[in-house]
């Protein structure tokens, strides 16, 4: 019980961040709308992490960092294993192999030149892992699973903050830009589909762009997106591997297998048969979202302000050098597809 205690306050800040998030989630879907004509504003996730900067100098009193931390490292990690309840393998390989190949390709490429990037322009490797891995999956989840496997640094918090912001904010100036570039290359419905299923960030501006073209568009880039969110473990494993080969200084020389990632395989396995119930099914999706939001807030209250300002031009100059090298090779791979 004196466990529980030295974590409660911080999970408590943290869980009402979330709430707050949450309940002003409409009224962002409703400014987005208003401004730029699109339904999906900023996720909650993105308000809640938005929120905990703001709150980071209350948050700096010591109660609160047991509970922090424990967001940040227990709850994140099993909030992202049961991401796999929502991905069948039947609804993966019935895209064909053509189309896995080309979104693996642009995953791949995405992931490398994040760090190559990173390099480039003087940032650590860790850095261009972290906004590669965003890229190339599903954004914000991707990050927070991800960050779980990098050594520790100075930046660390601050980085992982500023992709999640990067990363929603590209996403939906690419829901908004995707469409009528796939119309402008002659892409069907389909291909539509596709090309923004492996090009976008997230989930939510995946399917928001694809519903607006089509019904075919949509269900087809959803399905495309969720094949990315199904490679995250052998992502956060080559990321995993890469600084464990670095001697980072969290692998001591040996691959780290997270726990969380094998979680997530076999609640793949498990939503592919449908071993429970729907449910139960429902509760653990749910567990799974709060679980993330209650991460994303802690991470926020965790970071500086004055650290997240100071990461300058470069890190904007990475985050959007990826997005392009991802919708460059979906757009190529797909039009040789045709």
């Not at 996730?45 to 424990?70: E, K, S, W």
């Not at 991401?83 to 993966?92: F, R, T």
């Not at 980072?248 to 939503?271: H, M």
Request: net charge positive; charged share 10%.
């Amino acid at each position: 019980m004196g466990g529980l205690g030295d974590v409660m306050p911080g999970v408590l800040l943290a869980a009402a961040v979330g709430v707050v998030a949450t309940l002003l989630e409409p009224t962002a879907a409703r400014l987005a709308a208003a401004l730029f004509g699109a339904t999906a504003g900023l996720p909650a996730m993105v308000l809640a992490l938005l929120i905990g900067i703001l709150l980071n100098p209350v948050a700096q009193r010591l109660v609160f960092r047991p509970g922090l931390t424990f967001c940040v490292k227990k709850v994140l990690r099993w909030a992202v294993a049961l991401l796999g309840l929502k991905i069948a393998v039947g609804d993966v390989l019935g895209l064909g192999w053509q189309v896995m190949v080309v979104v693996v390709a642009g995953m791949a490429a995405t992931l490398v030149s994040g760090v190559w990037l990173a390099r480039l322009f003087g940032r650590s490797d860790a850095y261009g892992a972290l906004v590669g891995s965003a890229t190339a999956v599903c954004g914000a989840s991707a990050a927070l699973a991800t960050v779980s496997v990098l050594p520790d640094y100075k930046e660390r918090e601050a980085d992982v903050a500023f992709v999640v912001v990067a990363v929603n904010a590209l996403a939906t100036l690419a829901m908004l830009l995707y469409p009528p570039l796939a119309a402008f290359v002659g892409f069907d419905e389909r291909m539509t589909g596709a090309l923004l299923g492996a090009a976008i960030h997230d989930v939510a501006q995946v399917a928001g762009a694809g519903y607006a073209v089509s019904e075919v568009a949509g269900n087809t880039a959803v399905v495309v997106k969720l094949f990315r969110v199904f490679l995250l473990l052998p992502v956060v494993l080559a990321v995993a591997f890469y600084f464990a080969s670095q001697g980072g200084s969290t692998a001591r020389a040996r691959v780290p297998v997270p726990v969380f990632a094998i979680v997530f395989l076999a609640l793949v396995l498990v939503n592919s048969y449908a071993l429970l119930p729907g449910p139960v099914t429902g509760v653990l999706n749910e567990a799974s979202r709060t679980g993330l939001l209650l991460a994303i807030a802690a991470l926020g209250l965790g970071t500086s302000p004055r650290a997240l300002a100071s990461l300058g031009w470069r890190h904007v100059v990475i985050a959007t050098g990826v997005t392009l090298i991802i919708l460059a090779i979906s757009v190529a791979g797909l039009a040789l597809l045709g």
